[in-house]
């Protein structure tokens, strides 16, 4: 195998090689970390490699595997993990100078759900500080760039992770979303991301302050939406280490793979994304609509009255739960953080507990909206971001021109960028971005869609069904 | 506000200096009339929501 056949290559494509031993484990590890020594210094999608652990799990798979005790689709494959996901014995920084050092003695539940499956891991990828930011410009770490085009961000938070998997520097990686940080990087990187249900996933062994306690979100990016049903499977279930952790079955995945779109109901919600999309959005998500109904799905249009209300919604709420994290740190190493995050932070102790509570309440206004206009229909459709990736120029100046409108790619609430992502951190309702075109220029475009809680396996039908009827899947990169 | 982001400043030993004041005072300013749109009449007798939003 080359690095050639690898871009090409799926969890799904490779998994039946390595089960009949025709592919060594051994020999896909080290093509990946071949593939990541020639391309990191250019892309900075991982912060550590861990070599040393890669070869002894795939030495480890393969002999397994010899002796005819193979473990399943993610046995032998090579994964990244966002670097504010616990690994035992591995640097874990939340992108920060404050953990430069930190080592966990434990894994995330979800890494040791990987490694129990097989999975071998390749090390940990980039993320914007703290994860509170979608650009990936790291102040202590450097700038993730994107593979389509490296003048351009990966977006973020989980910038190291999208880029890693666009480029094939992984099969799969996990990465952490508190207002888009999976689906926005997945999105302008041209691969798959889900955040599910708040409460699917155990969130044990994620670091405090990279998100709000009720907002953040462990996620998968992947080639595929079939390879992301792959990876949730083997993750997802019941973990009483994470009180915020739900006891709900885990339905057989596969089963919503290779499912029809035909006769499900698909909402648009009324006056909220309309003028959020810049006009090459507009044209993708317009055409993957025509192909959804083209499928047999039927549109309906719903209605969440409150919309409007979302941005201070998850920005207030975010912003005092993620504040209390920090308060140790404050105490001891302030000047470790950068100064804008500094600000951010200090700020954000400031907002009364009675508005934290009234933004809870309208939260509560806004799901029972949410809870409604899915029992009119099956999944919501929306842009993932409403622009491709700006420059990282772009965004070390503010603002991008789009359409002739200047943008301004910072705000008091939700940034722009995540005001299709955000409402469904605020709702903990199930999304998943699936790549649905490009610009004229050859950035990928993100379709979102957004399943009822729990409803994982029908957003991943929807996604799956519009994905083989499209071409864009089979594009890569170009990182010769 | 001013004041309140020095007593934090104080209490926490961060040693904001009055520019660093200064600016995170005026974030809180509009974050705060951000947040005014949250008092909204449609919230009498709502509960606010607890934290494992899906499992209530």
């Known amino acids: ?480 | 506000m001013k004041e309140a982001v020095r007593q934090i400043s104080e209490q926490y030993r961060l040693g904001l200096n009055e520019e660093e004041i200064q600016r995170i005072a005026q974030q809180a300013e509009e974050a705060n009339v951000l947040f005014q749109q949250l008092f909204i009449d449609s919230i009498d007798g709502v509960m606010p929501l607890p934290i494992v939003a899906r499992n209530r």
Request: charged share 20%; hydrophobic share 40%; with cysteine.
């Open chain 1, 1 to 480: 195998m080359t690095e050639k056949d690898l871009e090409g290559m799926t969890i799904a494509e490779l998994a039946p090689q390595i089960r009949s031993k025709k592919l060594s484990p051994v020999e896909l590890t080290e093509l990946c970390l071949k593939r990541i020594g020639r391309l990191n210094p250019l892309l900075v999608a991982y912060t550590t490699v861990t070599e040393d652990l890669a070869r002894a799990q795939a030495q480890a798979a393969e002999s397994q595997i010899g002796r005819g005790d193979y473990l399943g689709p993610l046995h032998g494959m090579p994964i990244s993990v966002k670097e504010n996901i616990c690994i035992q014995g591995v640097r874990t920084t939340a992108g920060s100078k404050t953990l430069a050092e930190w080592v966990p003695d434990h894994d995330a539940t979800i890494v040791e759900r990987i490694k129990k499956a097989g999975a071998v891991v390749l090390g940990k990828t980039n993320m914007h500080e703290w994860a509170a930011g979608g650009t990936t410009i790291n102040p202590f770490y450097g700038t993730t760039r994107n593979p389509w085009d490296t003048s351009r961000v990966a977006a973020g938070s989980s910038g190291g992770s999208g880029a890693a998997v666009a480029a094939s520097l992984c099969l799969a990686s996990l990465g952490t979303d508190n207002g888009g940080s999976v689906r926005n990087p997945a999105s302008v990187c041209g691969v798959v991301g889900l955040k599910p249900t708040f409460g699917r996933l155990s969130h044990f062994g994620g670091v405090d302050g990279s998100g709000g306690y009720s907002t953040d979100h462990f996620g998968i990016l992947s080639k595929t939406v079939s390879d992301c049903s792959v990876v949730l499977q083997a993750i997802a279930g019941y973990d009483p280490k994470d009180p915020r952790c739900a006891d709900e079955p885990v339905p057989d995945y596969a089963k919503f793979i290779g499912a029809p779109a035909k006769g499900l109901k698909i909402g648009l919600i009324e006056n909220y994304f309309d003028d959020l999309m810049v006009r090459d959005v507009r044209t993708a998500f317009d055409r993957a609509l025509d192909q959804l109904q083209a499928l047999g799905a039927e549109v309906e249009t719903v209605t969440i009255p409150h919309m409007e209300l979302m941005s201070p919604v998850w920005a207030c709420i975010t912003r005092s739960e993620n504040a209390s994290a920090h308060v140790p740190y404050l105490k001891t190493r302030p000047r470790d953080y950068s100064p804008g995050l500094l600000s951010q932070i200090v700020s954000s102790m400031l907002i009364p507990a009675g508005t934290y509570m009234t933004a809870q309440r309208v939260r509560r206004l806004i799901c029972d909206e949410f809870d409604e206009a899915l029992s009119q229909v099956d999944v919501l459709l929306t842009p993932t971001s409403p622009m491709a990736a700006p420059t990282i120029e772009e965004c070390k100046q503010g603002f991008v021109i789009a359409d002739g409108k200047q943008i301004s790619l910072r705000d008091t609430g939700v940034n722009f960028r995540s005001m299709g992502t955000a409402p469904f951190n605020v709702t903990g309702l199930p999304a998943l971005s699936v790549c649905c075109g490009f610009t004229a220029n050859g950035l990928p475009i993100g379709l979102q869609i957004v399943g009822r809680a729990f409803g994982e396996g029908t957003v991943l039908q929807v996604a799956n069904a519009y994905e083989a009827a499209t071409e864009w899947k089979h594009k890569r990169p170009s990182l010769s």
